[in-house]
């Protein structure tokens, strides 16, 4: 038995979310029944970052123990051979001492949410990022970010039906990147809450609209309530980065 | 009557080509209509690059004469609205004098070529760049390509049906850039011969993947000879990325 690391890339408009469920196109039963035609066992994939209806990934980390033996390019070609018809690939496979667990051993979780920052809707990048076409002020929401970063209470971030005991949080990254017609957020932490991400992006860009004071962000950051936050930025415009491990 | 120079982002998976074709979707007929629905007037587009079916823009530049008496921001904006359902935007509408012309002003050209350069196939990036899964020798594509650069007879990168009275042009610009997993190729000149680009792109990659010594190169270039050039490369992995005007 080998336990296998995988490093994929998908498309998350064609997919209901990492997790399983009935009768929609999940990434986890993709993969899964990829690595059932090509070893013929039963297995059951583990994920450094549950993501979400309609959200990318350029480099998420799941792991499956395999009993066939095999090697490490025969498992990336073979199941990207069984996943041709899908929007996921496998970017890369790894055999990883018995001791590597793809959630429990990640140190680090990093999330990119692209913005375009003009007048017209995209084209090429149309379902890739959140067009914005009006006026917005990247200095102020650059500060509101940096409040982000640190241990704090991310309540006001936070959906409703998120699943973590605790709402305290360590941001290493919360950083905005001017890339030419588009805003680049930059998000890094051990773990998040769920929604966290979006829900935080949301926020910002309430501040760079001018819909919020730094002020009024400040505020709902500190009253720790859901209720008194931005809006759920799209899912369409975030990409699961990387996960780190030591 | 204003003349009236777009700036044009499209999707060249949704079209036939920029001309207008019998029963086909084409940019040209895409924005010519909207622009009659807008001002209701026939109009004719003149554009710098006409590109071929598959091939995309980030930036390209057509030229019509309205006469309906309005504003940068309207034009740009109501096209918009009407070609809401096509994979064409206006980046940009600006009011020109009477001896501006899209094609004959313009004082150059830039394409983009972009490669994916690993094992596993482009999932976020399908329909937008070659994939290639095999070994390349970037440096040998490098020298190669710099060997474009220049004036020449580029008859063996000409089209068979190619309309240009000569097959002498001058490239500014032949230059490879390594992007994390991409190779980008990147062209300028006052003008190009019909399919030059991609099969410029077609004989450096044979270079690459070792099939072609950098001598065989300078041979079938040498040789002004179409029958003895590389393949001619996909047109969904070609931009045209702008267009020169002093």
Redesign the interface.
């Known amino acids: 038995m080998t336990r296998w690391k995988l490093t994929l890339?998908?498309?998350g408009s064609g997919f209901c979310g990492w997790q399983r469920q009935d009768g929609q196109p999940s990434v986890q039963q993709a993969v899964e029944e990829a690595i059932t035609s090509f070893c013929k066992e039963e297995v059951r994939l583990h994920v450094a970052g549950r993501t979400d209806a309609g959200v990318?990934a350029?480099a998420q980390v799941a792991h499956a123990d395999i009993a066939k033996p095999t090697q490490p390019?025969i498992v990336?070609?073979a199941l990207?051979f069984y996943l041709k018809t899908k929007?996921?690939?496998?970017?890369?496979a790894e055999a990883m001492g018995d001791d590597f667990h793809a959630r429990f051993s990640a140190t680090g979780r990093a999330y990119l949410y692209r913005v375009i920052h003009?007048?017209?809707?995209?084209?090429?990048d149309?379902g890739?990022a959140y067009h914005i076409g009006r006026a917005l002020d990247v200095e102020v929401m650059r500060e509101c970010a940096s409040l982000l970063v640190g241990t704090h209470d991310f309540s006001t971030f936070r959906a409703a039906d998120c699943q973590s005991k605790s709402a305290i949080k360590t941001l290493s990254e919360a950083r905005i990147e001017a890339v030419g017609e588009e805003i680049h957020f930059h998000f890094a932490a051990r773990s998040f809450l769920y929604h966290q991400v979006r829900n935080m992006v949301g926020s910002v860009l309430m501040t760079g609209t001018g819909q919020w004071s730094p002020q009024d962000f400040v505020k709902a950051f500190a009253t720790r309530d859901r209720t008194v936050g931005g809006p759920t930025a799209p899912a369409h415009a975030l990409y699961f980065v990387r996960a780190d491990y030591r």
């Open positions: 890339e998908y498309d990318h350029f390019h990336r070609d990207n929007p996921v690939v496998i970017v890369k003009r007048r017209a809707p995209p084209v090429l149309a890739r």
